[in-house]
């Protein structure tokens, strides 16, 4: 069994940044591919970023591109989200997530373990 704690949500105001972690515990395994998802209310989730067991290969969605970084620590089994110029529509909760084959994957169904998640809020 894996378990998975994000951490790092708040409120902040459009254009601040927030880091968001993702620590691994129970039998885990650092060569899984991990990821990040979001869900705002009233809305289906959504894949923000993934990163491969290695932090070799990243994969971003296009409304985040170029303003959030994904990375890891694999000797800590944590995953980071890093998020910059933050916008009201990236308001959301942050999921992540995780999956046995050690590439980064895009869709939801190729994640296996998931974390309860953390609210982030961008102000207008």
């Known amino acids: 069994q894996v378990q998975l704690a994000e951490s790092g949500g708040g409120l902040v105001q459009a254009g601040g940044s927030l880091r968001l972690s993702c620590a691994a515990s129970?039998?885990?395994?650092?060569?899984?591919?991990r990821g990040w998802f979001r869900q705002a209310p009233g809305k289906e989730r959504e894949f923000v970023a993934a990163i491969s067991w290695n932090g070799g290969s990243t994969a971003y969605a296009d409304s985040v591109k170029g303003r959030f970084t994904v990375s890891r620590d694999n000797a800590k089994n944590t995953v980071y989200l890093q998020m910059n110029s933050l916008k009201p529509e990236d308001t959301a909760v942050y999921y992540c997530?995780?999956?046995?084959?050690?590439?980064?994957?895009?869709?939801?169904?190729?994640?296996?373990?998931w974390g309860l998640g953390t609210q982030v809020t961008v102000s207008s």
């Open positions: 129970g039998r885990t395994s650092t060569t899984s591919g």
């Open positions: 997530a995780a999956r046995l084959p050690p590439t980064a994957a895009r869709e939801a169904s190729d994640y296996f373990y």
